[in-house]
């Protein structure tokens, strides 16, 4: 008999009825290490008081408003985005997923209002992942994800990662714009080097394409920098943020420049919820900490620790893990074991990690993580490599 939920997850038997920063309690009491932050959303970790007071606060005062009248809370996020990035302007929605389809209707209306209404091909790439939607999975097209849901968006070709002299080839009069991750996340932990990016962004000005990039993950201050691509010194023209924008808040956003925003006026796209006075506070929250040079610096400061901490434990388990990349606190495991089994032992040390594709375990944990919580973390990672390991040996 069908479940009461919709099947389509597999959930691990834990039941956390409670978050104090890095860590979740669950039901019996224990305390698990969150090493994992919600995929990359609690960028602040549980119940920061910041985020508490501010959601707090708005929530006495008015959750919801139509976007048929101003919201100042959504002009402040605007605001301070605008100011932070390269972006001139901002649109708010609730999750990545609607972050991808404003994406790609923004690059297709702007060839439009420029007369070249053929430029509607999106090019992407083999290990994306942009999210849930028709277009989403027309632009990242695992098997699980796209069998039997058929037909996808049309408009998309996606290219295998990283052959740039392939882009180019790709490349057509009916090509509006790419679209990639600077650190593939579902994908593995898989970054692009800077050079890539200022590649890519050299191929796109040369041919005219919009540059479109999805930080839904690799954003808001998780590799060191607010967003991953200044490590590069390059800019998008259209880029998707949410996760750890909202800090555990349902809040997504599309920046963009004035010239590749410049097809959207009054009545080209709109959101019953995206921009609503709770999470625009909360998100207004969220940035006034990370989009801080000192608050950055911790991350790359702690980032540097846990990196050496982890190299040290790739060479204790060579029998379990290949090696360690990412940037910042995005970070993935290349494990020679079923990262699967990793993270179920990780369970049993009590400590939260999450698989990815690419035979991959990912540690995305809280921006706001101690040195103290990350010397824990090493050690719960160990206690579970040695379990994998020693029934990998009886095996
Ligand atoms: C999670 C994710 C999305 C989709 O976001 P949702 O909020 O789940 O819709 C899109 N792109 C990337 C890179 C992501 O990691």
């Avoid at 069908?2 to 038997?13: E, F, G, K, N, Q």
């Avoid at 610096?297 to 990196?307: F, I, M, Y």
């Amino acid at each position: 008999m069908i479940p009461p939920v919709l099947p389509t997850y597999s959930r691990a038997p834990l039941h956390f009825v409670k978050g104090e920063g890095s860590w979740l309690i669950e039901e019996d009491g224990r305390r698990f290490l969150d090493m994992g932050a919600g995929i990359a959303v609690n960028a602040l970790g549980h119940a920061h008081p910041a985020l508490v007071e501010a959601l707090t606060d708005q929530a006495g005062k008015v959750w919801h408003l139509s976007n048929l009248y101003e919201i100042p809370q959504q002009e402040e996020l605007a605001r301070r985005l605008v100011d932070a990035t390269f972006a001139d302007t901002v649109f708010f929605t609730n999750s990545g997923t609607e972050s991808m389809e404003l994406a790609v209707k923004m690059a297709r209306k702007y060839w439009y209002e420029k007369g070249k209404p053929e430029k509607v091909e999106i090019i992407s790439f083999q290990g994306a992942f942009h999210g849930r939607s028709s277009a989403a999975i027309a632009a990242a097209p695992t098997e699980k994800m796209v069998k039997g849901m058929g037909p996808l968006l049309p408009g998309f070709k996606v290219l295998p990662h990283g052959d740039w002299g392939l882009l180019k080839e790709a490349m057509t009069e009916a090509t509006a714009a790419v679209i990639i991750e600077p650190i593939q996340g579902e994908g593995g932990i898989r970054p692009l080097a800077s050079e890539d990016l200022k590649t890519l962004r050299a191929i796109c000005d040369e041919a005219g394409v919009l540059l479109i990039l999805d930080e839904v993950q690799c954003g808001v201050g998780r590799t060191g920098k607010l967003f991953a691509h200044e490590w590069a010194g390059i800019t998008p023209d259209i880029m998707m943020a949410a996760k750890g924008i909202g800090g555990g808040f349902p809040l997504g956003a599309v920046l963009a420049t004035e010239e590749a925003a410049s097809g959207m006026g009054p009545g080209t796209h709109g959101s019953t919820y995206g921009g609503n006075p709770l999470g625009c506070a909360v998100g207004c929250a969220v940035l006034k900490i990370i989009a801080d040079d000192d608050f950055l610096e911790s991350v790359n400061r702690k980032a540097g620790t846990l990196r050496q901490k982890l190299e040290g434990l790739v060479a204790e388990f060579p029998d379990v893990f290949d090696s360690v990349r990412g940037q910042g606190l995005m970070i993935g495991l290349k494990c020679k074991v079923a990262p699967a089994d990793l993270v179920k032992a990780g369970y049993d040390a009590e400590i939260i990690t999450v698989p990815a594709a690419d035979n991959v375990v990912r540690l995305l944990p809280p921006l706001t993580i101690t040195e103290d919580e990350i010397a824990e973390a090493v050690t719960r990672l160990e206690a579970a490599a040695k379990a994998v390991s020693s029934s990998q040996q009886a095996g």
